[in-house]
């Protein structure tokens, strides 16, 4: 059998060339470009939600934005280039290249224009992470100026025929609000294609959880697990995990000079420490004889939050690390950033084909209705491909035992999600067994 994604990359090839010469064709060549593209992710969620700096977690590097900027209000895609570029490409004209720089570790650019009129920006910068995905960081929900969050949503969920720009999404939220709903449930509005097999919900700023005390993410899980199980939130995205994004992304990049820091604070008197650790104002600025002047507890505490200098100075303290490298993979063991990416790897990057033919099979379907079919068998043909393609089928079948239209218990909607790749698709996956 001819697999999915072979057939629909044969089926644009000959759309392509069907209507070769046409207004259409454009339009096409761009749909085949996409198929051949990495997948994309977009990263969505409220303002504040902290989408920028889960970005440069996943990325490794600190890329994104994470304050007020103007830069944070446009659409920004980050992909794998060969070289270091970016371009912004505006609502009306043609794209031109931004010179930049690193400003405090991240990119520092002018956009020369009013963001309104940026359609969005493109960084290539190469990077392991983006061969697989490509990323798209978006202006949050919510905001205060409804045509900064009507950004995302034309990016998204295009009106009327258009075409979303990602092929998955990474949904961040604090609680479950409105917004979240509304816009989750409009990214899926269309029942045959877009449903909640390619979305993840992340428990955003999960160390805030429980006053940032070292079990944060214990308790933060404990709530993900609950969302998770929420008939609401199971109908709009596959899972929720728990991620401390803020200590994943400086983790990422921990300095030799932080972790001698951190040695020197763990080496104080517990009590003196766990005194400065009562609040953040009190450990930037309070006095101590703690041999870490407050400038440098300043600078840890805006790079790692309260939670990671907690749980950084309880692993030194402990000699559970011993070194720079040590400290930085722990902390990113107990970010949650591995079992986010371990989601991304097994649930969309191995399903990036399927859901690639389904977003250029989509697109296809509006190109073939907007103009007449030239050679009388396209749209035949692609009603045939998307008829049996079995691929769709489960994750129809998938989404409807989540939203409740196939009834099952709970053990037994957990089994039948499995034998239909929604924790993986290869065999041992399917099955529940090593491999």
Same mark, same amino acid.
């Given at each position: ?107 520092? $650019? ?70 979240? @709903? ?19 919900? @992340? ?72 005194? $400065? ?66 989601? $991304? ?40 491909? @998307? ?49």
């Amino acid at each position: 059998m001819i697999p999915l994604y072979v057939q629909v990359r044969g089926f644009v090839a000959r759309a392509c060339a069907g209507y070769a010469g046409t207004p259409a064709e454009p339009q096409l060549r761009q749909i085949a470009g996409r198929l051949a593209e990495p997948l994309r992710v977009a990263i969505a969620g409220r303002v504040k939600a902290g989408k920028s700096t889960l970005l440069n977690a996943l990325v490794g590097q600190e890329l994104a934005a994470t304050d007020a900027g103007e830069c944070t209000r446009v659409v920004t895609w980050y992909r794998n280039g060969p070289t270091y570029r970016i371009m912004l490409h505006p609502v009306r004209g043609i794209p031109r290249q931004l010179p930049f720089g690193r400003l405090s570790g991240t990119l520092g $650019l002018e956009l020369g224009m009013a963001p309104d009129d940026v359609d969005r920006l493109v960084v290539d910068w190469p990077s392991p992470a983006l061969r697989v995905l490509t990323l798209i960081d978006t202006p949050g929900l919510g905001s205060a100026r409804a045509e900064v969050s009507g950004r995302t949503e034309a990016a998204l969920v295009p009106e009327g025929d258009g075409v979303s720009t990602a092929d998955a999404v990474v949904y961040l939220m604090r609680h479950v609000h409105g917004d979240d @709903v509304r816009f989750l449930d409009a990214f899926h509005d269309d029942p045959a294609q877009r449903r909640p097999v390619n979305t993840i919900g @992340v428990l955003a700023k999960a160390d805030e959880v429980g006053h940032a005390r070292v079990d944060a993410l214990d308790s933060a899980a404990k709530i993900a697990t609950r969302y998770a199980r929420d008939p609401r939130v199971r109908g709009l995205c596959q899972t929720v995990v728990p991620v401390a994004g803020l200590l994943a992304s400086s983790a990422a990049s921990l300095k030799e000079s932080e972790f001698r820091a951190f040695r020197r604070l763990a080496a104080a008197p517990e009590s003196e420490v766990a005194r $400065l650790l009562t609040s953040a104002d009190r450990f930037a600025a309070g006095e101590s004889d703690v041999d870490v002047p407050a400038a440098e507890r300043a600078e840890l505490l805006a790079r790692y939050g309260l939670f990671g200098v907690r749980l950084a100075a309880e692993l030194v303290r402990g000699e559970l690390v011993t070194g720079a490298r040590a400290l930085s993979g722990e902390l990113l063991a107990r970010s949650g950033l591995h079992r986010l990416r371990s989601l $991304l790897t097994t649930q969309f990057a191995a399903r990036a084909d399927v859901l690639k033919a389904r977003s250029a099979l989509e697109a296809v379907e509006l190109v073939l209705r907007s103009y007449p079919d030239r050679t009388g068998g396209l749209l035949h043909e692609w009603e045939r491909i @998307v008829a049996g393609a079995h691929e769709f089928a489960e994750i129809q079948l998938i989404d409807s035992i989540r939203l409740g239209v196939v009834l099952f218990t709970t053990d037994e909607a957990r089994d039948a999600e499995r034998l239909l790749g929604a924790t993986g698709v290869d065999v041992p996956s399917r099955l529940g067994l090593p491999g």
